[in-house]
């Protein structure tokens, strides 16, 4: 995590990354997109802190899952998306909106449900940032977006055991995840795109 060695900054910023992984689905996560790579060159330019959601809380996330499903590692499946990711998202903006009262933030996420939401009423996720942080800080969001290909590539060389019901089962995964419209949608509701 970068120190917040310009505390004399007047601009507050609070940048959301998610992944476009090519397509995905909301509150799915597309893991292996290039958003924490991209997270790591943001923080060499703005020397933000970084709050990454795969260190945030995951010993409670694999703990939770782990006593819900018997699996640790099983982000997929609808009770993650209304029993854990709610909340966890929400600690991680709370904790990143405190943070940037004081310095620069990268938020490194996929924020889908955030995507979705905005989609929904149709406009900018940025705009939503009342919402988000009480209109105190100023939120700039990236879209990294990586083809379909390269994301097995990178779940694959990782090897992180999260990935493996996704590099098992690829064919549901990509049908039921990174074909889905939220891809198309996104790009519209965020500030930045970056190809990964």
């Known amino acids: 995590m970068a120190r917040c060695r310009s505390r004399r900054r007047r601009t507050r910023r609070c940048a959301l990354l998610h992944p476009r992984g090519h397509r995905s689905d909301p509150g799915l996560q597309v893991p ?5 790579t991209a997270a790591r060159l943001l923080a060499e330019l703005v020397d933000p802190v970084v709050l990454d959601k795969d260190t945030f809380a995951s010993r409670l996330e694999e703990s939770v899952m ?7 590692h099983d982000r997929d499946r609808d009770l ?21 009262r004081r310095c620069p933030v990268v938020a ?7 995507i ?3 989609s929904e009423q149709g406009q900018r996720l940025s705009r939503l940032h009342p919402t988000i942080t009480g209109g105190e800080i100023a939120i700039r969001t990236v879209w990294v977006d990586t083809d379909t290909t390269r994301l097995r590539e990178r779940m694959a060389h990782r090897g992180a055991e999260r990935d ?3 590099l098992a ?5 990509r049908t039921g995840v990174l074909d889905s419209e939220l891809a198309h949608n996104g790009t519209r509701v965020v500030d930045y795109l970056v190809s990964s």
Request: net charge neutral.
């Open 80 to 100: 993650y998306r209304r029993v854990v990711s709610p909340h966890l998202y929400a600690a991680l903006v709370e904790q990143a909106v405190t943070i940037a």
């Open 66 to 72: 782990a006593e819900l499903t018997g699996n640790p």
């Open 108 to 114: 490194d996420a996929p924020f889908l449900g955030y």
């Open 169 to 173: 089962d690829r064919e549901t995964y």
């Open 164 to 166: 493996q019901p996704k």
């Open 116 to 118: 979705a939401a905005a």
């Open 32 to 36: 292996a997109a290039g958003k924490t």
